[in-house]
């Protein structure tokens, strides 16, 4: 079996505009939460979020090329670049075909429909700009970074709300799998902090309220938590075949051994209460994974913060993992990063590579007041160094949506 | 006060991020300024924009057939009065 290994690491993030700087806040509990800067927040009832801040298109790609890209575009080809910088990734006219993208997002580029819209209202459809539709479309994250690098393989694009970002990682790894690609740029991006998706989230009472104190909205597992805190970035990895990655002597961060997917089929937006979806999403990525729950050292929760999820991921985990729930290290990189939505299990995936490459599990911010409902160990307030043998991520997202992959600690 | 060429210059150096020496009456949008077809329609609308409050004007279609070098945009404002 063609084995699947993480060569390069990006990231644009609330807490990093680098992988190395988000892994170095992410283990130092900061957080990414504030204001909302973007827009007018006077009438609304949530005034904060995770913003990616400093961000400049130019330093990562030409002007010309970032103003026909949505920033959900943007955040995907930066991190990207910087993911195949880091791998030293260099491609041969003949290795293109081979090359594919996997870039998973939510929403797409909804900001851009709401800004187009105000256009053809106000200013008439002559003014309607012709970059609209191929900016918007949420496959222009996956076509934005093949075109950059030059990837003429598969250009993947999966939608799954919040679960999204780790179905680039299992598409990645099938990829690699099949014979049909031997490198795989994947990741999760998003980009919709507008007015309009933070009124319908807080109208759905899905968003932390805590606006007096942005740092501590964010509180998963914590008795008090009041939602989550909305965000925006991209992670992309470079994915590769263990012959190619050895063959060029490459840095190996961790290997990806795939990961498992269910559906609720029971709601829109509430997770099944007995957590078993969720279950046998982790249950399956650990059988494709050929490992049991006694080889798992992490878990890179979903904890969104909501006091729904929280609970219900939870049981799921005892559900899925049994006498090992108690024994494996688990934390919620949104207490620091916020939900970065369709980005959010990408996240996710790198927390897990980045605690097996450097035995070190990232805290959970926030935890102050345990809440009886979650009894598990998340890793309060402080980051942990410990042996990390593999670390799973989970994802869950409206609709039902569940999702894990699971990574190892890369030997020969 | 800007010259029309002026604000025609900083309108194509804004959308088709190109230097400001590059946009001479001569120079060709497609093969000296490096836009394609899509740029040329979005180029329009921001000329009718950046035009807006010195004359009612609008670039038809098959107007912008006819632009193809800069001059031709100076030529289509001056027939709008605008020069």
Redesign the interface.
């Known amino acids: 079996m063609t084995r699947a290994l993480v060569t390069g690491l990006g990231a644009i993030t609330p807490i990093g505009l680098t992988a190395p700087e988000f892994w170095a806040n992410l283990v130092a509990g900061i957080s990414g939460a504030g204001p909302i800067t973007r827009f007018d927040t006077s009438d609304m009832p949530v005034k904060i979020a995770a913003e990616v801040r400093g961000f400049e298109p130019g330093n990562h790609m030409?002007?010309?090329g970032a103003?026909?890209m949505s920033r959900f575009a943007q955040f995907a080809v930066a991190a990207a670049r910087l993911a195949a910088d880091d791998a030293k990734l260099e491609l041969t006219d003949a290795e293109r075909p081979r090359a594919a993208s996997s870039i998973a997002t939510g929403a797409g580029g909804v900001t851009d429909t709401m800004d187009e819209m105000e256009v053809l209202l106000n200013r008439g459809p002559?003014?309607v700009?012709?970059?609209y539709v191929?900016t918007m479309a949420p496959n222009m994250g996956a076509c934005q970074v093949s075109m950059h690098l030059g990837l003429r393989g598969p250009a993947l694009a999966s939608v799954a709300a919040c679960a999204s970002g780790l179905y680039s990682y299992i598409e990645a790894k099938q990829l690699i799998e099949l014979g049909i690609a031997d490198v795989v740029v994947a990741g999760g991006t998003e980009a919709a902090l507008h007015r309009l998706p933070i009124a319908a989230l807080a109208n759905m009472k899905a968003l932390s309220r805590r606006n007096d104190e942005p740092e501590r909205a964010s509180r998963p597992f914590d008795k008090d938590r009041d939602g989550f805190v909305f965000g925006e970035g991209a992670v992309v990895m470079v994915i590769e075949s263990e012959a190619r990655a050895k063959a060029r002597g490459a840095r190996v961060y961790a290997e990806l051994l795939g990961g498992g997917l269910s559906c609720d089929a029971f709601h829109i937006t509430a997770p099944l209460e007995d957590g078993s979806g969720a279950a046998q999403a982790m249950t399956e990525a650990m059988r494709i994974a050929g490992l049991t729950p006694a080889d798992i050292d992490y878990i890179a929760a979903h904890g969104t913060g909501t006091p729904l999820n929280d609970a219900a991921e939870t049981i799921a985990i005892k559900g899925a993992f049994g006498d090992d729930a108690r024994r494996v290290a688990i934390s919620s990189p949104k207490s620091m990063v916020g939900h970065l939505l369709g980005a959010a299990g990408a996240v996710g995936a790198l927390a897990a590579v980045m605690a097996c490459y450097t035995d070190t599990v990232p805290p959970t911010i926030n935890l102050e007041t345990p809440d009886p409902d979650c009894d598990l160990d998340y890793t309060p307030l402080k980051a942990r160094s410990m042996t990390v043998r593999a670390a799973a991520a989970n994802g869950f997202g409206f609709g039902g949506q569940n999702g894990s992959v699971i990574f190892r600690k890369y030997s020969e | 006060m800007a010259t029309v060429f002026e604000r025609v210059r900083d309108t194509i150096v804004k959308?088709?991020?190109v230097t400001p020496a590059e946009v001479t009456p001569e120079a060709s949008l497609i093969d000296d300024l490096?836009a394609d077809s899509?740029d040329i329609?979005?180029l329009t609308?921001a000329i009718?924009?950046e035009f807006a409050e010195d004359a009612e004007f609008?670039i038809r279609d098959e107007d912008a057939e006819n632009i193809r070098r800069v001059q031709d945009i100076l030529d289509f404002l001056a027939q709008q009065g605008l020069s």
Do not use: C, G, N
Request: hydrophobic content about 30%; glycine content about 0%; overall charge positive.
């Open positions: 030409d002007a010309k103003r026909r002559a003014r700009s012709p970059f191929p | 959308q088709l991020k490096r899509l329609v979005d609308i009718e924009e609008e």
